[in-house]
């Protein structure tokens, strides 16, 4: 019986975009400003969220965004201890660049 372990770059790649394609449209989301339109008093109130609203979807697209990259530096990684594993268990050495 013989198991193989093996990272595939590829597939955290894949994982990556589809990690940031779960944003949509968040990162374009805009609220229009309602005092110019009508003004009573809860059309200022709904201003008011607009930008906290705005820099919440913000930080949310930068932490997708993160993650993602997260991802990849992960797997990377994970070959790059994966492969030194296997020459050490191999016995061959590194060569020199």
Do not use: C
């Not at 008011?48 to 991802?71: C, E, H, R």
């Amino acid at each position: 019986m013989t198991a193989t372990i093996q990272t595939d770059e590829g597939a955290a790649g894949t994982l990556a975009e589809e990690v940031r394609g779960a944003l949509g449209e968040y990162p374009s989301f805009t609220l229009l400003t309602m005092s110019g339109l009508s003004p009573v008093s809860a059309s200022a109130i709904h201003d008011g969220f607009s930008v906290p609203i705005k820099n919440a979807l913000d930080t949310w697209s930068d932490l997708i965004v993160s993650d993602a990259q997260a991802l990849m530096s992960i797997a990377s990684e994970l070959k790059s201890l994966d492969e030194a594993q296997a020459r050490q268990l191999l016995g061959i050495e590194e060569k020199a660049l």
